[in-house]
């Protein structure tokens, strides 16, 4: 069974500061990670995702996100906060399951991103 | 292009009482899904569908059922609503039939509340 755990409830930044929002999963096979991210009374809207090549994988709003293998981690970074980041954050993976493709979600983490 | 839609945008329902969710999308999409949020259990797969007229169970499908009629329509049924289905309906879609690494994108949700 695939699974994500995102270890964080919350996570508390000064704007300016760089931030870290951890994801790690388990999954047979090539895991295809994504990162969403959710504002207030809105639906997930589609960060970045990890496929193959590169590790380190560039996205909207100045983020990125690092696939560590041997890890099995892709946490999402950002080197400078901004308060409109503060949203709450979903790490997803996917593999196959049958003929469906299954996206499992983490729980989200909470940034809160203060001036 | 509007992307996905779903009404209504909230509902308060009695127990006991038949609801269905509408969703609705216009990028020719294959597939669609549908999930729930609750709090700290993350965004949960009802029912999805790979293409029209195909439909597959979810992790979570008891109480709720589907309808693929055509590409653009995904409607979600409860046919007896109960309160633990209080919850944020999220309906998806992607590209592809079973494209793994396709990018899921949501509508801005539903949230029921049941009585």
């Known amino acids: 069974a695939q699974s994500v755990a995102q270890p964080e409830d919350q996570v508390n930044v000064a704007e300016g500061n760089p931030l870290t929002v951890k994801c790690t999963y388990s999954?047979?096979?090539?895991?295809?990670l994504f990162w969403y991210v959710q504002y207030p009374n809105r639906g997930l809207q589609f960060l970045l995702k990890?496929?193959?090549?590169?590790?380190l994988v560039k996205g909207s709003y100045g983020f990125e996100a690092e696939f560590n293998k041997s890890q099995t981690s892709f946490h999402l970074k950002k080197p400078s906060a901004l308060v409109s980041d503060s949203a709450l954050y979903f790490c997803?993976?996917?593999?196959?399951?049958?003929?469906?493709?299954?996206?499992?979600f983490g729980t989200g983490t909470r940034l809160q991103v203060t001036l | 292009i509007a992307g996905i839609t779903q009404a209504p945008t909230s509902q308060i329902l009695a127990a006991g009482r038949r609801m269905t969710l509408r969703c609705t999308q216009d990028?020719?999409?294959?597939?669609m899904y549908w999930y729930r949020q609750d709090l700290g259990l993350g965004l949960r797969l009802i029912h999805y569908?790979?293409?029209?007229?195909?439909?597959g169970k979810g992790e979570v499908p008891d109480g709720y059922s589907v309808s693929r009629a055509n590409t653009d329509d995904f409607p979600l049924t409860l046919a007896s609503a109960v309160p633990s289905q209080t919850s944020v309906y999220f309906c998806?879609?992607?590209?592809?039939?079973?494209?793994?690494?396709?990018?899921?994108?949501f509508g801005p949700g539903t949230r029921l509340t049941v009585l």
């Open positions: 990890y496929i193959t090549g590169d590790n």
């Open positions: 997803a993976v996917r593999a196959r399951t049958g003929t469906a493709s299954k996206l499992t």
């Open positions: 990028m020719r999409h294959n597939a």
């Open positions: 999954v047979s096979g090539n895991p295809y």
């Open positions: 569908s790979n293409t029209a007229g195909t439909t």
């Open positions: 998806a879609s992607s590209e592809r039939t079973g494209g793994e690494t396709d990018t899921q994108y």
